[in-house]
């Protein structure tokens, strides 16, 4: 069956450091993947979405990077910032859209 | 600058009662999608419109029922409530189906 694992346990960084956090997927062959940010209480918001042939996309502190061979997206933040703190989840859009169960950021002051 | 509106923000039924969950979008979208999210779960598709006049299930379609009213509006129907369809339920739209998601604010719904 199809499946898209985030950790689900939270990530606690230090404000200032990079967060880095990690989407598996198998059984997709994804056009292409996003990655949402939700804060508690709210709607996901879009972030960065990156195509099946790109390795890699950039915005402010943002950077994603898509291994198709390996069936994995990384999701960096550097220089964290306390306002960094939410879940992310990431979405992968094959002939449906999947979203994973997404990490809970916690970046500390 | 409205985006995605869901209707109502919160709810409580009781089992067996039956309710409308309401979604418009301003944005011109062609798909809408009906999602619920669970602690632990993410969010799990319930129900997509592609586009105007279609319907497909989603992951979890059972128990639910949904209304492609016109290109703005996507509702979803519980006919007879259970407590397991308590959760947080989101509305999205998209230009297309696999494009960047607009939420709504969620709609918290309890189920006694």
């Known amino acids: 069956s199809q499946k898209i694992e985030q950790n689900s346990e939270a990530l606690n960084i230090q404000e200032g450091k990079t967060a880095t956090l990690t989407c598996n997927y198998t059984?997709?062959?994804?056009?292409?993947l996003q990655w949402y940010r939700q804060d508690p209480g709210r709607g996901p918001v879009f972030l960065l979405l990156i195509r099946e042939n790109e390795k890699e996309k950039r915005k402010e502190r943002l950077k994603v990077t898509f291994d198709t061979t390996l069936k994995q997206s990384l999701f960096h933040i550097t220089a964290s910032q306390p306002a960094d703190s939410a879940t992310y989840l990431c979405a992968l859009a094959s002939n449906k859209f999947y979203f994973g169960s997404g990490t809970k950021l916690n970046v500390k002051p | 600058n409205a985006g995605v509106t869901q209707t109502p923000k919160f709810q409580v039924l009781k089992t067996g009662q039956s309710m409308t969950l309401q979604c418009a979008q301003d944005?011109?979208?062609?798909?809408m999608y009906w999602y619920r999210q669970d602690p632990g779960m993410g969010l799990r598709l319930i129900y997509y419109s592609a586009s105007e006049g279609t319907t497909d299930k989603g992951e979890v379609p059972n128990g639910y029922n949904v209304s492609r009213l016109n290109k703005r509006e996507f509702s979803l129907r519980l006919e007879s409530a259970a407590p397991s369809q308590t959760s947080v339920y989101f509305c999205?739209?998209?230009?297309?189906?696999?494009?960047?998601?607009?939420f709504g604010a969620g709609t918290r719904l309890s189920v006694l």
């Open positions: 944005m011109n979208h062609n798909s």
């Open positions: 999205a739209s998209s230009l297309t189906v696999q494009n960047i998601q607009y």
């Open positions: 059984n997709y062959s994804p056009a292409y």
